[in-house]
């Protein structure tokens, strides 16, 4: 670990499968490492398979490790709600169940505050046409997925689900945010 790593901060996000926020997120300058895992249920060291079942009550999530001088946890989360919808519960288009939930788990006071006051600026605007069902909640612990979950779409990018659902997600975020893209990204 560098001296710079002690002024990383963590933020832990759960919109839908975990591909999607992953491939996002580490396309962003000031991103240091997107994990996905599991976290927000019962029991140590969940599997993919699992989770799937909806049998452990885990969400599927990212763990973004990102200098905040670089891109702050506001910038994380304006992106968060572009790339998932915040107002179906328990699922995201055709993925359904618990694992599935609009979630932040939040490291400190200063993130749920963040967290909630994105969500009231949300609301004032009528960004969406039903209300935010994210949940808000401390961040409990945190299992890594399975290494073949890991940067999945980058390794996988012609699989129908990375094609059909991944890839315009990252698409989206990258017309909506290319200014905080990493310099190699185009």
């Not at 994990?35 to 909806?54: D, F």
């Not at 910038?75 to 107002?87: K, M």
């Not at 006051?117 to 009528?126: E, G, N, P, R, S």
Request: hydrophobic share 40%; charged share 20%.
């Amino acid at each position: 670990m560098s001296d710079s790593a002690s002024s990383h901060a963590v933020a832990t996000l759960g919109g839908g499968c975990f591909w999607c926020l992953d491939a996002v997120y580490r396309e962003l300058r000031g991103v240091v490492s997107v994990v996905s895992g599991y976290a927000g249920g019962a029991g140590k060291n969940p599997t993919y398979e699992l989770v799937c079942l909806g049998v452990t009550g885990h969400a599927e999530v990212v763990q973004i490790t990102f200098d905040p001088a670089v891109i702050s946890y506001r910038d994380l989360l304006d992106i968060f709600f572009v790339i998932h919808d915040p107002t179906t519960l328990d699922r995201q288009g055709y993925d359904v169940g618990t694992q599935y939930r609009s979630v932040i788990y939040t490291h400190d006071a200063l993130q749920e505050d963040t967290a909630r006051a994105v969500i009231a600026d949300l609301t004032a605007q009528a960004m969406w046409p039903a209300p935010i069902v994210t949940e808000i909640t401390p961040a409990p612990a945190f299992w890594p997925a399975e290494p073949e979950h890991q940067d999945y779409f980058s390794r996988n990018p012609s699989k129908p689900y990375c094609m059909g659902v991944v890839a315009p997600k990252v698409a989206k975020a990258r017309k909506l945010f290319w200014q905080k893209l990493s310099t190699h990204q185009t």
